[in-house]
């Protein structure tokens, strides 16, 4: 069974090489659905905020293609959605302070079914 996505990505807001982002994280929010984190996370996103000796890393599960859709993005399709949320997220974690955002990019039904086709690439 495969643990990752085509559509993964890694964001490092400061450029620094991938691994020593990653090796350098001291606390870590794993959730859903982009948004998700800086609510359920916010704790750890605040502990690290500039700070040299700490650092956050983000991890969003899903894509945010499926969510539920009024005023302004009423009319926009998954796909467009997808980027949106995508960008969003990248811009939350260059505006946190994070050392890295990695977007698994799953469908979002792998959420309540972890045994979905989608899971797998």
């Known amino acids: 069974m495969e643990f990752h996505h085509s559509n993964a990505q890694i964001f490092v ?42 650092w956050f890393g983000g991890v969003t599960c899903t894509t945010g293609a499926g969510c539920s859709r009024s005023g302004r993005y009423a009319d926009f399709t998954d796909e467009a959605i997808e980027r949106i949320r995508s960008q969003e ?9 994070y050392a890295a955002m990695v977007q698994l990019g799953f469908p979002g039904s792998v959420v309540n079914d972890p045994l979905d086709e989608n899971f797998k690439d």
């Open 13 to 54: 807001p400061d450029g620094v090489p991938v691994a020593e982002a990653l090796g350098r994280i001291t606390h870590l929010g794993i959730v859903a659905h982009q948004d998700d984190l800086e609510f359920m996370a916010f704790h750890g996103i605040q502990s690290c905020y500039r700070r040299s000796e700490c």
């Open 89 to 97: 997220q990248d811009h939350a974690a260059l505006v946190g302070d």
